[in-house]
């Protein structure tokens, strides 16, 4: 009979141990705040780029607006879009002139075929880094080989990401 009890002794203290376990407090795990997540997220696909930090500076990759806001930093205004105006045609192609850009920056410019197209770096675009003055007239090769025609002139400042776009219609 010594044989018998001495199997169950551990018995007691395991039911001790189920009942330790059920009765821990449930809010003993935390639960991640939100934090800034939300402006986390405005600084991804390009995003960065159409926003300054408080104190204006703009972003100048997404990372670096990711650790402003996770530093407790807020996002100011988006900036505002490069501005394009129609300048005239020359033999081959579209002159538009570019404001709304901080002088020194690198400033592109191509031609696209619809009003949601990307500036696409690879598609050769002209580019010029005015150190001077805000406002810059930059060709754009090609169209106008048939009418009517449209095409759209986008414009990137290539430091801030700020873009523009307006649509030329050839006579």
Known sequence: MPRYRRAYRPLPALVALLLAL??????????PSPGN????????DGGYAWYAGSDGTP????????????????LASPLAPLTLTFAGWYARGTWVTVTGYTVGDTICIQGVNTADAPYDPANNPTCSVPTTTSSVT?????GCYTT??????????VTTGQ???TLITCP
């Open 22 to 31: 059920l009765v821990a407090p449930v809010g003993a795990a935390s639960t």
């Open 37 to 44: 997540s939300a402006a986390a997220k405005a600084c991804q």
């Open 59 to 74: 972003f100048r990759s997404p990372g670096e607006c990711v650790q402003f806001v996770a530093q407790g930093g807020s």
């Open 138 to 142: 930059l060709p754009i090769p090609g």
């Open 148 to 157: 009517p025609w449209t095409m759209y002139a986008v414009a990137r400042d």
């Open 163 to 165: 873009e523009g776009r």
